[in-house]
Structure formats: structure tokens, C-alpha cells
Nanobody, 125 residues
Framework: QVQLVESGGGLVQPGETLRLSCAAS????????IGWFRQAPGQEREGVSC????????YYADSVKGRFTISRDNAKNTVYLQMNSLKPEDTAVYYC??????????????????WGQGTQVTVSS
């Protein structure tokens, strides 16, 4: 059974850090692009970052560029999202998703087929 499980969310103060994990089971992440998305209350889900499997290229939304870093550990079948210098506007439920191709995209969800259940990130003082 294909499954993605996010973890690592929580409540932090502005300026602090979190590392989200996206662990896969039932399939190997090696061959697929992985995206991180987020959805804040009352807003549409938006792309945050993604990493391709073909060449490891990474992409970021402008709002997180320079603060977030995506990486993958194929041995652990896990993708990470390191989030530094968190801001209140980063508050959202964060989801990971697998692309059905080796590539990935930050804009658009059309290439993503499997999604995790999400993990809550709250940034507040």
C-alpha cells in the first residue's frame, strides 16, 4: 500500500526552525519527484518546494527562498523540508506529494498523485 506520512510539525516562535519529514512506504521514492505544499486557513493550497529525482534539482516558492531547504535521503526513503527563520505567515498544514514523473513543479498539482495527510505548522509568539 502506497503511503506518505509527514511529521515534524509543531508550534514555534518567529525566527525558529523546524524540519519536516515525509516518509514513504509501499514504494521507493528514488524514481519520483517530491513536492511540499501548504494550506493556510481560508486559502488555497500552494506549492512550497520540490525536488526532482532525475538530477536532484530543487525549486522553491519565492516566499520561502533562502529560508527553506528541501532534501532527500533515498536510503531512508524520506524527503525533508528544513524550515529556518520561520514567520507567522508560514503557518499552515504542510503536505508532501509524489510526482508520477522524475521531475517536479512548485506551481500546479497536476503531476502529483499521492499525498500525505499533512502536518500542522504554527508560527506564533
Amino acid at each position: 500500500q502506497v503511503q506518505l506520512v509527514e511529521s515534524g510539525g509543531g508550534l514555534v516562535q518567529p525566527g525558529e526552525t523546524l524540519r519536516l519529514s515525509c516518509a514513504a512506504s509501499g514504494f521507493t521514492l528514488d524514481y519520483y519527484g517530491i513536492g511540499w505544499f501548504r494550506q493556510a486557513p481560508g486559502q488555497e493550497r500552494e506549492g512550497v518546494s520540490c525536488i526532482s529525482s532525475s538530477d536532484g534539482s530543487t525549486y522553491y516558492a519565492d516566499s520561502v527562498k533562502g529560508r527553506f531547504t528541501i532534501s532527500r535521503d533515498n536510503a531512508k526513503n524520506t524527503v525533508y523540508l528544513q524550515m529556518n527563520s520561520l514567520k507567522p505567515e508560514d503557518t499552515a498544514v504542510y503536505y508532501c506529494a509524489t510526482s508520477w514523473t522524475p521531475g517536479c513543479a512548485v506551481v500546479g498539482e497536476g503531476i502529483y498523485d499521492y499525498w500525505g495527510q499533512g502536518t500542522q505548522v504554527t508560527v506564533s509568539s
